[in-house]
């Protein structure tokens, strides 16, 4: 698989939920992994699902995952500005194999 | 638990030299793996080195090198810089060899290079 898709940009208000999308690309893939890249700084591992599950939660953070449709998604409740980060999602064969990243942005 | 140290944090060379990236894993990691970051081309996967030995590689050409040492510690090489090497190198350590994927990566803040 070449590309892991990602929308490039969300835009949310402080206090309502972020949904970031992915597809990715191979149905083998094992695990799928969502990072945060803030400016200036490496990736921060958020969370990662392994392909047999549906979900994850993890306090704030749920993961949904679709294996028919190849759809991977992250919501984030109850957003707050510290939140506005780069999201990338990844999807593992062999390597890590990172989609373009989500910018998302945060307003009060 | 300290995390990945990636030093030096900024390097800028110029086109024909090398330069060496150093990256210290977290404490009992002994998985160690290098990506590129570009705006082009985002993040594109170098190598990964496991108890000294590289056990994987991604399509980079031959100038691009590295090595892991004993201690987990890996430095990366870039030979004859070219100014499309210009980006942010992130090293990515795991407790294990990453395998099917189970070993997570922890990355660092990365080296930003510049090729002038």
């Known amino acids: 698989g070449e590309d892991v898709e990602q929308s490039l940009f969300l835009s949310v208000r402080e206090g309502d939920s972020s949904v970031i999308n992915c597809t990715y690309t191979d149905s083998s893939s094992t695990y799928l992994y969502w990072y945060k890249q803030e400016p200036g700084a490496g990736l921060q591992l958020l969370t990662y699902?392994?392909?047999?599950?549906d979900m994850k939660q993890d306090q704030r953070l749920t993961v949904l995952l679709n294996k028919k449709d190849k759809h991977l998604s992250l919501r984030i409740a109850d957003t707050q500005t510290g939140d506005s980060a780069i999201y990338f999602c990844?999807?593992?064969?062999?390597?890590?194999?990172f989609g373009a990243g989500t910018q998302v942005v945060v307003t009060p | 638990k300290a995390g990945v140290t990636q030093t030096p944090r900024y390097l800028i060379k110029t086109r024909g030299q090398q330069v060496t990236l150093s990256c210290s894993p977290i404490s009992g990691h002994r998985s160690v793996s290098w990506y590129q970051q570009t705006p082009g081309q985002g993040l594109q996967f170098l190598f990964e080195?496991?108890?000294?030995?590289?056990?994987n590689k991604g399509n980079f050409p031959g100038r691009f090198s590295g090595r892991q040492f004993s201690n987990s510690r890996s430095e990366m090489n870039v030979s004859t810089l070219e100014l499309g090497d210009s980006a942010l190198y992130l090293c990515?350590?795991?407790?294990?060899?990453?395998?099917?994927?189970?070993?997570?990566?922890?990355f660092g803040n990365g080296t930003r290079l510049t090729v002038t």
């Open positions: 080195y496991f108890s000294e030995t590289q056990r």
């Open positions: 990844a999807e593992w064969w062999g390597k890590l194999q």
């Open positions: 699902i392994f392909s047999n599950m």
């Open positions: 990515a350590s795991s407790l294990d060899w990453t395998g099917q994927g189970q070993s997570p990566l922890h």
